[in-house]
């Protein structure tokens, strides 16, 4: 049996040899083709690369562009050089002919098959030329906030502040709800909110807020500001946004610059906030606790130890 097995292989392999032999010439220009194509592709990729690293930060919509006129290029040069391979080889030609001669056919079972496919990729063409997100663009959708690293036909590449790569396939990316935190700039504008007692000083809370907010490195100044948002009247704010059963809410609105940053300042303006509430006498921040009232009349009955009568007394006496 094993030899039999042994047989069968050597003869197979031995036909394979034999078919390479005879057609060698066509071998080893199938081979030439596959290596053309990929380096081709390779290099047109480079270049691609190279140049899409030299256009600025306010040129991202080239950018989107160019990125998905890399991916169609580099697939017309592979597509290219699978139909050179088949025109090499006759029977393949004959083949490709009668597909030919069926493609409607072929066209309609396909375009069933593969629709999932084919709704990416006329997803991902109407995110290239409409631009609701661009590569460099910060967003959010459905919970992942991140940065946009690549657009392609079928895919959308997002980068979380995690380092974690996010793909979203372009036909649900094309229905969902997308935040674009730099569609116009980078610059946002960010809240902080602190809660502070029914006791405390307003007016006091909300200047200390503000000069936490000023001094912190990565706040927008005023001039900066009103240049780029001539509609705000504001560089920085603190209003009241609510009234609950615990404290005051107090939102401070500040400018950042760049939405990387935000954060990082809200962190900073947060502690530095509660320091300085913790040195003002006049402003505390609630925390839950519990204060329990009874009635002094009421304790002292239910503690109070009873008193022994005569009738129990002599009781007790009789007992012993």
């Known amino acids: 049996m094993l030899e039999n097995l042994v047989d069968s292989l050597l003869n197979v392999f031995s036909n394979v040899v034999n078919v390479i032999y005879d057609n060698i010439g066509t071998v080893i220009y199938i081979l030439v083709l596959l290596l053309l194509t990929a380096l081709v592709a390779r290099f047109v990729n480079n270049r691609f690369v190279k140049y899409s690293n030299r256009i600025e930060n306010n040129m991202k919509m080239d950018i989107t562009r160019f990125t998905m006129l890399r991916h169609v290029t580099i697939g017309c040069i592979y597509l290219a050089g699978i139909i050179l391979i088949l025109y090499t080889i006759p029977s393949l030609r004959s083949l490709s002919s009668t597909l030919l001669l069926s493609a409607g056919v072929i066209g309609i079972v396909i375009g069933i098959a593969a629709q999932d496919t084919f709704g ?87 200047q200390i807020m503000m000069e936490e907010a000023r001094k912190n490195k990565y706040v927008m100044s005023p001039e900066l500001v009103f240049r780029m948002h001539p509609d705000v009247t504001d560089d920085v704010r603190v209003r009241m946004t609510g009234l609950d059963s615990s404290g005051i809410n107090l939102s401070l609105d500040f400018w950042v610059a760049d939405r990387d940053d935000a954060y990082s300042a809200e962190c900073a303006i947060r502690e530095g906030i509660k320091k300085r509430f913790d040195n003002e006498q006049r402003v505390t921040i609630p925390y839950p606790h519990m204060m329990i009232i009874e009635d002094d009349t009421e304790c002292m009955r239910r503690f109070k130890k009873p008193e022994k009568t005569e009738a129990g007394a002599e009781k007790q006496k009789v007992k012993n």
Do not use: C, H, M
């Open 120 to 206: 990416n990729i006329i997803s991902g063409i109407a995110l290239t030329f409409f631009q609701p997100l661009r590569v460099g663009d910060l967003v959010t959708t459905d919970n992942v906030y991140g940065e946009v690293i690549d657009v392609n036909l079928r895919q959308t590449t997002i980068k979380t502040p995690d380092n974690r790569l996010v793909i979203i396939p372009n036909s649900v990316l094309n229905k969902a709800t997308v935040t674009n935190w730099t569609l116009n700039d980078r610059s946002v504008r960010w809240p902080v909110v602190v809660q502070v007692s029914y006791e405390s000083d307003i007016d006091i809370a909300r």
